[in-house]
């Protein structure tokens, strides 16, 4: 989650190890939060990338059962 809501939309790209995207959407303007469904994936390591305007941010996650 954001802590204040994007000024601009954001595209949020979720990689798997193998750098295949797995899922993406899109976090409209003036959006604090997203939920990802990824509980058709495999247990394992993600990395999920935000990008807005020039600004991007990526975060490793772990999926467990």
Do not use: C, W
């Not at 939309?9 to 939920?35: F, H, K, P, W, Y």
């Not at 305007?53 to 990526?58: D, F, I, K, R, S």
């Amino acid at each position: 989650a954001f802590p204040t809501p994007l000024a601009q939309g954001a595209d949020i790209e979720v990689l798997d190890i193998g750098g295949r995207m797995v899922r993406n959407s899109n976090l409209g303007a003036g959006m604090t939060q997203l939920r990802i469904d990824l509980n058709n994936e495999a247990d394992g390591f993600y990395v999920v990338r935000v990008t807005s305007g020039l600004q991007v941010a990526t975060e490793r996650v772990v999926k467990q059962h």
